[in-house]
Every structure is written in C-alpha cells, then in structure tokens.
C-alpha cells in the first residue's frame, strides 16, 4: 500500500534568473529535493506531494489542510530578504508559524536559512546582522553531541548563503537543542523536540522532533550557488574578496574529495522526522 505524504512548501522568494531556467523555482527544487533524498526502499511505497504557497503574497495553508490525511510537514524556504525587516508579508509568516507550532502540534515544522530565522523568531528569538560576514558555499558544520545523534557523524558538509544568523541567548528559556557551529555561525540549526526528556535512543526518537531548521541550504548544489554568486557579485551584495574566499575553499574542498551532504545526509533525516528510517 502506497503511503501519501503531503508538505505545505512556504515560498518566501523567486531564483534568480540563471537558477531558474535550469533548476525551476523553489517548488520545483524543494520537490526534486524531496524525492531525491527519499531512501531508495521507501520509492515505491511512498507518494511525496509537495505543494507551493506564496508568503509574500501571504498565501498560507487553510487549517482544515491539516487534518488527518492533509499535510504533515510545512517547510519554510531560503530568501534574499532578512526576516527582521518590517514587511508585512514577513510579519503574517512569522505569526503563521506561531500559530502552526502552538494549535497544530503534530505537524512537522521545517525550516531553510531565512526559514530557520523566521521559525526562530516565531518562538521568541531573534534574527540579525551578522556584521556582513557571508558564509557561502559547502561549509563543515561542527555538529553538538545532539547534532551528532541526529545525523550519525561530527562534521556536516552542505551549501550556506547567508549574511545573517540568529543567536542564542545564554538564558534563553526556547527548548531548543542547537545542532551545530561553524567559526562564523553558531546557531546553524536547532530541534525543537516534542518532550525535553525525548532520546535519541529509542525507536520514535525522529518522531519526537517537532521541528528542525538548518541555516544552510541543503536543497541548493554548487551549480545553483555558483549563478546566486555571479548574480550578487554583479549587484554588488557580495564582495571580490568574498567570491574569492568561496573559490579557494571549492578548490580545496574538490582537491579533499568533500562532497555535499544536503541530500545524503540531511535529507534523510527529514524523511525520519516524518516516520520514514
């Protein structure tokens, strides 16, 4: 019997041109995604449907969407905008989010780079400027002993995009379980799990986790990293030296045989979150 499991896709921006015409938009690329990092004996018994909603036109799923049988998971996409810009469309997503985590528990929450801000902010933290430091392309995550339960090794190797970050405070009272570090980034994602007495040794541990972000991309490759580049070079958002930086560190990272890990890794632990080890 073929299993159905539907996401809600919160679309917060548009490709640039050149990804685009070879990638499609993010519903396209969140959908491929999505299948690709499937676990290959799970293809023919399951149906991944994902469907689009505009934030910024504040299009956002009904709340009968999310009875059962409707959707399981709402994933947050990246985007050029910073979530602590006083827009509309921004202010609706973040207070959506609020609502989703509070009255409709069982649904997963995923977020992506500026979706792991805006889930951020939605449980009372705060996304900033990180003093203009980008961090572009694969970069290893030193993972926490939480980060390393969950996805089964020390360092995670995916794709990053962001000048921005939100830290934690020392006393924060947010539950959250931080996943990993990198020099420029502390917070590169956090689990919200449903108990804070949840382990990560028992049959359901995946289960347990109400929501993941990751402030990396893992649903990006270098081809569409290397067009967003050229793209905010040429605006004049990412500077020579920084373009530079990123080449050195893809030339090493080729020369080392380190690979990018969004799909392999990290996307397999988002099927586990939805029940599928």
């Not at 995604?33 to 991944?48: D, I, W």
């Not at 109400?210 to 893992?218: A, E, N």
């Amino acid at each position: 019997m073929t299993r159905r499991i539907k996401i809600a896709l919160l679309i917060c921006d548009t490709p640039v041109p050149a990804v685009l015409d070879v990638h499609g938009d993010y519903l396209q690329i969140y959908t491929n995604f999505f299948k690709n990092s499937l676990p290959e004996r799970h293809t023919a018994q399951v149906e991944v449907v994902v469907d689009g909603f505009d934030a910024r036109e504040m299009n956002f799923p009904a709340q009968e969407s999310f009875l059962p049988g409707g959707y399981e998971a709402v994933v947050l996409t990246g985007s050029a905008s910073s979530a602590y810009e006083p827009k509309e469309w921004i202010s609706k997503t973040t207070e959506f989010v609020a609502w989703l985590t509070s009255h409709k528990p069982s649904v997963k929450i995923i977020g992506i780079c500026f979706g792991h801000q805006i889930v951020s902010q939605a449980l009372g933290l705060k996304c900033v400027p990180n003093d203009e430091i980008w961090e572009v392309g694969i970069t290893p995550i030193t993972l926490s002993e939480y980060g390393c339960k969950i996805f089964g090794e020390e360092i995670l190797h995916i794709e990053q995009m962001h000048r921005d970050h939100v830290p934690i405070p020392e006393q924060s009272s947010v539950p959250i379980r931080l996943l990993g570090s990198t020099a420029s980034c502390h917070n590169q994602g956090f689990v919200l799990p449903y108990s804070k007495s949840s382990s990560l040794h028992t049959s359901d541990a995946y289960k347990n986790i109400h929501i993941l972000t990751l402030q990396g991309h893992p649903e990006f490759n270098p081809d569409i990293v290397s067009h967003i580049v050229d793209v905010r070079l040429k605006s004049g958002a990412m500077s020579k030296e920084v373009v530079d930086k990123w080449k050195a560190a893809e030339e090493d990272r080729k020369r080392r045989g380190i690979g990018d890990e969004g799909r392999s890794v990290a996307g397999v632990v988002m099927w586990k979150i939805l029940g599928l080890n």
